[in-house]
Structures are given as structure tokens and as C-alpha cells.
């Protein structure tokens, strides 16, 4: 109980209203109550200078924690506080730190000798498992406790016992895993917590199948060994080989690797097979290679310069699926390999100061914590949840659909507008002042903003995403669409041209005023035409499926194209309800508007369907790998 209350980082906080929390680690919060112990600062002004805070604990005693103490440091793997049990003499070293790491600063005389049994039976099961240690320093003297090196401290320790916390899942992990799943999105699991209790926790949470089994790996004195465990409990291990069915379970696989000759190059060929030969066990075994830290610091991070070997190396990583005891520099290592093989989409969720850096590597960092892990990251979660990631994905994926559509609605707009005045000119005509303000303001401005207001669809699909602004389907998308429209104003100006009752423009021409003319049937045929076409524009290129919500939820949107829409056909069709000011002359009989009209959706259907059916039938069948 007295290195429960004392090893750890945690603060007392006071709110203005007076109520108090406890502020650091959870996992460290949740140690410290279950001690019943309770913080106090009253301490004595001589010893403020050393003196952290006082652990009263619930039997009466008072452990004295002093400011010089060796914060949890992902190299070493363990943290330790000195203290002093008040009205005892010497001081007191507290340890806690991963099992594997405090078990080699122990006495041998204090480990019990079922250390690695207990250890798996509870890591094996998914809990959490941390060890706890302490060391009775009698000669020290307090005013030498900022002397002390760590070193020094953490030798030759008493081992306690286990400390086991419940690795509960949260209840939006197994649905948000799966639904990234079968989006297509490789799921992998990167933690400093023991290979076993990892192994555990990416079954229970969907990351790997349930009857997957696990491939270890450990780093000896002359190279790498992978075995297999063939178990269903750690006790199954240490019985006598007649009363274990090892061919119940699944073969045994060992392969070795000279570490030495591997890293300066000596023998590629050889490390190739040794990595085919793992991945091919994964594949045709139903195994799952578990990584370790220090396995991937000596096999990725120390490879020597081999293209074939970093294939090899690639097909393991993205074979693989749990990382385990990964340093924070791993947990970026692993990141950048990843993204620069084959140039994948890496995303990163990360909730403490060791994820940083691989937040920061990742192309799209998330954060599920508002203190150091935020600052590296370009988004933080209040949620804190993976499903904050499905959220930014379907975010992200609806925002950079949006853009493009936008892009192409405005590019749209303006090659519309462009062909209508080139047009126009050739008749010595223009389009009027007010003709432009309708379009500019009344027309494209609503529907410009209001189709942005869409929000992300719910569900994640295979598909995704153009990722630039030019690429071939785009563009050619957008040239589709600028054809089908000229073709569309040139056909309806020529029948114009080859009607009984056409007037050129020209007839109205005034040498004498230096401008072409606005008000005659040349500009209003091809105004009340494109005017369709606007809005042809942005329900062609405004399809929702499959990275929006339905457009019919975007209330602003709706209501904008319904208003145009009925606008359109009152300057159609009902003369004595027109603006007056968009000079609309009435010289053009309503049979050849009703026919311009027809056309107007001819080609509105024509451009919908080049855009929905024939670019997509086209170009839906491209494939884009993504790496979660």
C-alpha cells in the first residue's frame, strides 16, 4: 500500500468552489484511491524545499514523499519516488515499472518462483500488470536525497508484488474496429503494454480473428528467435510434452536470424527468407506475429540499405498487427516506414505524451487527450474514443468531396457564363448588367453556399476520395461538362438563327453608341437556357453518395434550388410575372421557349449522366490503399 500511495505522478487540485480532484495519469488515480490514503501539503517550512507532499495513510501513518524523484521514462520502462516513513529512520525507494524490467533490478531471494507463470496467467487474460519494488536506503541522509543517482536507487530491489488493473474495453471499440474493418482500413495496435496482455486486448476489440494464434518474437545474444505459442494458458507450456496435444493446436514454427551479419549486410538473401518465412507462417498457419520493441528496433530500425529487404520488411509490417513495448521513437519509425512503402495513408489515434511523435509523423494525427498528446497532433477528440477516428474520417472524406465539387460547380459556372458571351458577341449582342447580377448574386452565390452545408455520410465505404483538384478523373469530368454545355447553347442559338421569327441583333444595333445589344432574343434565349444549365451544374456534380448525407437533409440547398428552379420556369413561361429589369424580350414565342426549354433538360440529363454513370462506371473501379 505505501508504494501504491507514493509512486506516482499525481497532483491535488482545488478548485474556486472548493471542490478537489486529483489530476495526472488515470491508471495512477485509480492506485492511489484504492489506498485510501489522502494528499497533504501541510508540511514543515524547513523541508518545503524536498518535500513534495505527505500520503496520510487509513492506518495512522505518515510517508513523507520528497520533490527528487525519477519520473516514468519509456526507455527504462519504470518510474521510482523516495520517501520516508515519518518518526522511522533512513529513507525509502518506491518502484514501478513493466514486470520484465523490475524483475532484472530485484534480488533473486525476493522473487517468488512462479514470477513469469503468474505474470502471463494475468496478462494472458487482457489485464493490465505492472510490478511493483522497493529498496530501504539506511545510509542515505535527507539532506543527500538531490544527490541520489538512479542508477544507484534502482538496484538490488525487494520485489512486492503485482499491481493488475482491468482492461476494460469502452463500448465504441469493437463497432468503430469493425466498421473501419470492413471499409478496407488495416487496423494495427502500437502500445507499451506487455505482448501478451496486447495480444489479448486486439482479440477482444476485433483487431485480429478469434482463433488467430500468437508468434512471438525475442531478441537473443546472436540473433532473433520466433516461436510460437501453443497454448491456451501459460500452465499448458510447463507441463510434461506427453500431456500437451501439440497437434491439436498447430505446428511449431522456430526461425533464427544472425543479428550481427543481418546489420551489416552480410546476409540479405538469408534475412529475406527468414522474413518470407514469417509472413508465409502467418498466412498459412492462422498465426499472428506479435512485434516487441526491441525486436523491431534490431530488425527495421538497424536494416541495412536493401531495396528487396525492404519489401520484405514491408510485407511483415503491414502483415503484422500488434506492436508491443514500443518505445515512442518506434511508434514514429513504424509510422514513416509505413507512409513512405508504397506511399500509404497513415493515421495515427494517441492519447499520451508517448505518442507524440508518431502523431506528429502521422499524415493525419488525432489526439484523444488535451495534454501533451494535443500539441503534436493536428486534431484532438474531447470524445475519448476511437470513434473520434471514424468521425474524422467521414469528416475528412465529405470536406475534401465538397472542395472539388465546389471547384468544379464554379469552373463550371464560369466556362456557362464564358460560352454565353462568346456566343453573344459574335451577334454584336451582351448579356445585360442585371442579366449578370442575377446570375452572379441570385443564382450561383445561394447555391455555392448552401451546397457546401452537406454534411458526411454515416458510414464509411471501400471508396475513396479524389485527392487532388487535377487528377485524370476530374479533369476529364470537367471538360465532359463544358462540351456537353457548348453543345447544348450552339444547337439552341442555331435554331434560334433558323427560325421564321428571328430578329438579329443587329436590327437593334445603334452605330452611334459604341456597346453591343443587351435587349434582344439572341440574349434571352441563351439567358433563360443557361439558367437551367446553373442549376443542371450543381445537381450534377452535388451527389451526395457515398462520402455526404443525403442532399435532402441540406434544408438551405433544397429550398435554394427549389426557389431557382420555379423561378426559371415563370421566365419561361409566365410573361406578366418576369423581372422587368433582366430585359427579357417578348418577341420570342412560347412554343420555341417551351422547345428550349425540353432542351435545357435534354442536356441537364445529359450532363448528369456523364457525370454520375459514365465518369463514375469509368473510374469507380481504382482502388487507393488506406493504413489506420
Known sequence: MNCMAT????????????????????????????????????????????????????DGAHIVIFKKKFEFDSDVQRMTTLAQVAGQPGLLAFVKGSPEVIKGLCRNNSLPPNYEEELYVYAERGFRVLALAYRELHEARLEDVD????????????????????????????????????????????????????????KNCHILNENVKPLFGDVEVDGIKVWLTIRDSFQARHQEPHSVDIEAHVSEFTAKLNLKKYQKGKCTEEAISFINSIVEAQINKNLSFVFVGNVF???????????????????????????????????????????????????????????????????????????????????????????????????????LTT???????????????????TILYFFMATLSSMQYLYIDFFTITPLFTTMAMTGPSNKLTKRLPSDTLFDLENMTSLIAQILIQLLGQVIVIWMLTASPFYIPAITYWDPDVDDNVRKCQETTVLFLFSSVLYLASVLTFNNS???????????????????????????????????????????VPLDFLLITFIGALVISALMYSMENFVIHWVFHSEKKEVIN
Open 545 to 587: 453518395y457515398p462520402f455526404k448525407n443525403s442532399n435532402l437533409k441540406n434544408l438551405p440547398y433544397v429550398t435554394s434550388i427549389s426557389v431557382l428552379a420555379i423561378n426559371s420556369i415563370i421566365m419561361f413561361f409566365v410573361q406578366s410575372l418576369r423581372i422587368g429589369v433582366l430585359e427579357i424580350v417578348d418577341s
Open 403 to 421: 472542395n472539388i465539387q465546389c471547384f468544379k460547380f464554379i469552373a463550371l459556372y464560369a466556362m456557362i457564363q464564358f460560352a454565353s458571351t
Open 147 to 202: 544527490n541520489l543517482e538512479r542508477r544507484e536507487v534502482e538496484s538490488n530491489l525487494i520485489f512486492i508484488g503485482f499491481l493488475v488493473f482491468s482492461n476494460n474495453l469502452k463500448p465504441a471499440t469493437c463497432g468503430t474496429i469493425d466498421r473501419l474493418k470492413s471499409a478496407g482500413l488495416a487496423i494495427n495496435m502500437i502500445t507499451g503494454d506487455n505482448p501478451a496482455t496486447a495480444f489479448n486486448v486486439a
Open 297 to 399: 528496433e534490431e530488425l527495421v530500425i538497424k536494416a541495412p540499405p536493401s531495396r528487396d529487404l525492404e519489401l520484405a520488411l514491408d510485407r511483415l509490417l503491414t502483415r503484422s498487427q500488434v506492436y508491443t513495448r514500443m518505445q515512442p521513437s518506434h511508434k514514429a519509425k513504424l509510422v514513416e516506414f509505413l507512409q513512405q512503402t508504397n506511399e500509404r495513408i497513415v493515421a495515427m489515434c494517441g492519447d499520451g505524451a508517448n505518442d507524440t511523435a508518431a502523431l506528429k509523423a502521422a499524415y493525419v494525427g488525432l489526439s484523444l487527450s488535451e495534454a501533451e498528446a494535443s500539441i503534436a497532433a493536428p486534431f484532438t477528440s474531447k470524445i475519448q474514443d476511437i470513434s473520434s477516428m471514424e468521425t474524422l474520417l467521414l469528416e475528412g472524406r465529405c470536406c
Open 7 to 58: 509512486c506516482h505522478s499525481i497532483q491535488r487540485y482545488v478548485k474556486p468552489s472548493g471542490e478537489e480532484m486529483l489530476i495526472g495519469d488515470p491508471m495512477e488515480i485509480r492506485m492511489f484511491e484504492f489506498t485510501r490514503a489522502d494528499f497533504s501539503y501541510l508540511i514543515p517550512e524547513e523541508e518545503k524545499d524536498h518535500v513534495d507532499f505527505i500520503a496520510n495513510m487509513p
